[in-house]
Each structure stands twice: as C-alpha cells, then as structure tokens.
C-alpha cells in the first residue's frame, strides 16, 4: 500500500512560481513511477509529468521547459517545480503513484493522492 500527500498549491500571480511536494508511504517507493496529474473545474484529469524508478521524466507540451519533475528516494518525495505560471495552470493538483513503468495513462494509477489546489491570479 501507497498513501501519498501533496502539499504546497496556494495562490499566485501570473509569472510566479510554486512548488508542490508529494510526500509517499510504503516500503518500494524507489521502484515506483510517480507522476502529477491536474484537474480544473469542468475540464478532464490530464497529465502534466511523470518520473520512472531511473529518474527519466516525461512533460505534457503545454509545461514542458516550465515545470520540472524530480525525485528524492531517500526522503520518499516527488517535487514539481512550477515556474512562469499561467492562468491556465490554474487546477487541482494530483500526484500518482503505480509499480508499472512507462508513459501510464491515469486510469493506469493505482494511487493517489487527495491533491492541492494551485491557484494563477492575473
């Protein structure tokens, strides 16, 4: 079993920058590949990036050279980094966790965290 809390969304203007944690439970997390998902109101979950047990990450386009994805195994911690943020970024913010390896689907995660909530003010 994995139980998984985020932390980190607030309020911020456009151009800023948060930084969300997800801190993890269980004994293999090293092996496991974390990602973030996000959700705005009346939108679908989408992918926003991933990082496998190896530390190689994946980016949706829309974050891709703003928002960074990284890993600390000792502390059981996956950061996303969020730089020159959007209006549209604004979102609740998932982070994920599953055994399985490579470019997984949400509907592919077993687990999951309750997110936080990132909010882009003009």
């Known amino acids: 079993q994995v139980q998984l809390v985020e932390s980190g969304g607030g309020l911020v203007q456009a151009g800023g920058s948060l930084r969300l944690s997800c801190a993890a439970s269980?004994?293999?997390?090293?092996?496991?590949?974390m990602a973030w998902f996000r959700q705005a109101p009346g939108k679908e979950r989408e992918f926003v990036a991933s990082?496998?047990?190896?530390?190689?990450?994946a980016y949706a386009a829309s974050v891709k050279g703003r928002f960074t994805i990284s890993r600390d195994n000792a502390k059981k911690t996956v950061l996303l980094q969020m730089n020159s943020l959007k209006l549209n970024d604004t979102a609740l913010y998932y982070c994920?966790?599953?055994?399985?390896?490579?470019?997984?689907?949400?509907?592919?995660?077993?687990?999951w965290g309750q997110g936080t909530q990132v909010t882009v003010s003009s």
């Open positions: 990082i496998a047990w190896n530390s190689n990450t």
């Open positions: 269980g004994r293999t997390f090293s092996i496991y590949t």
């Open positions: 994920a966790a599953d055994p399985k390896q490579g470019l997984l689907p949400a509907s592919a995660f077993g687990y």
